[in-house]
Each structure stands twice: as structure tokens, then as C-alpha cells.
């Protein structure tokens, strides 16, 4: 199996030589996807608008990958302030609405998070070959 890296238009991890996700046969694995805006280069300071854009940033990233949400199995999501938790699972139940068909899912509080990043989330997804 080769290893393919995925990149996306508008998304990056600034300076750092990390892609957006790895493929390995049929497994993606992201690294840190976040809210940033791919129009303005910029994270809002709206925690609902950062969880907005992290799953729409998530979701291009997938589709590059040759996935799609569908395909996620489990994600992480790192919060720095606890009531970041209803933005992202406002955004959850959108990306995900079907109770008997969502990822697993860990959400810690990471005080960490770089400058205004209130949310950040990691996937591993299996999307056919």
C-alpha cells in the first residue's frame, strides 16, 4: 500500500510540513482540523462559526481523501472552553443525524489550543477502495 498525503485548498497547518490527512489504503487519518475560514485565511472568534467551518473543513478534507462523513469511525474533538461542547454538538447532529449510525467520539478540554482556536478535532475514517 503506498501512503498518500491529502491536502486541501485553503486549509493548512501554517508553517508546520504536516498535510491536512494521511491515506494508507483504505484508512484516512487527519491531523488537527480547525475553524478556519478558507475565504479569509482566518479563524473566527465565534465559537459556533469555528465549529461550523472545523466539520466543513473536515468534510473537504474527506472528499479529497476519497470519503466522505459517512466513512468516519471515530473522532476526537478538543475543546479549550467547556461551553464550546454545544457548538460542536449542534454541528455533531447535523454531520451526523441518524442516531443509529454516528462515530464514536472523545471530547477533552484542551487549554492549549493555539491564539483565538476554541475547537479542533481528529478523525479516522475507512472509506473503499
Given at each position: 500500500?503506498?501512503?498518500?498525503?491529502?491536502?486541501?485548498?485553503?486549509?493548512?497547518?501554517?508553517?508546520?510540513?504536516?498535510?491536512?490527512?494521511?491515506?494508507?489504503?483504505?484508512?484516512?487519518?487527519?491531523?488537527?482540523?480547525?475553524?478556519?475560514?478558507?475565504?479569509?485565511?482566518k479563524?473566527?472568534?465565534?465559537v459556533?462559526?469555528?465549529?461550523?467551518?472545523?466539520?466543513?473543513n473536515?468534510?473537504?478534507i474527506l472528499?479529497?481523501?476519497?470519503?466522505?462523513?459517512?466513512?468516519?469511525?471515530?473522532m476526537?474533538?478538543?475543546?479549550?472552553?467547556?461551553?464550546?461542547?454545544?457548538?460542536?454538538n449542534?454541528?455533531?447532529?447535523?454531520?451526523?443525524?441518524?442516531?443509529?449510525?454516528?462515530?464514536?467520539?472523545h471530547?477533552?478540554?484542551?487549554?492549549?489550543?493555539?491564539?483565538?482556536?476554541?475547537?479542533?478535532?481528529?478523525?479516522?475514517?475507512?472509506?473503499?477502495?
Amino acid at each position: 500500500m503506498t501512503r498518500r498525503s491529502i491536502e486541501v485548498e485553503g486549509f493548512s497547518h501554517g508553517a508546520q510540513p504536516i498535510p491536512a490527512a494521511c491515506r494508507v489504503g483504505p484508512l484516512i487519518m487527519t491531523g488537527g482540523v480547525y475553524g478556519l475560514d478558507a475565504t479569509t485565511g482566518k479563524i473566527p472568534d465565534d465559537v459556533s462559526e469555528q465549529a461550523r467551518l472545523m466539520f466543513a473543513n473536515l468534510a473537504r478534507i474527506l472528499e479529497v481523501g476519497g470519503a466522505g462523513l459517512g466513512d468516519v469511525a471515530r473522532m476526537t474533538v478538543y475543546v479549550k472552553v467547556p461551553e464550546a461542547r454545544a457548538a460542536v454538538n449542534a454541528e455533531w447532529l447535523k454531520a451526523f443525524p441518524d442516531p443509529a449510525s454516528r462515530p464514536a467520539r472523545h471530547t477533552q478540554q484542551n487549554d492549549h489550543l493555539p491564539a483565538n482556536m476554541l475547537v479542533q478535532c481528529d478523525v479516522t475514517a475507512w472509506a473503499a477502495e
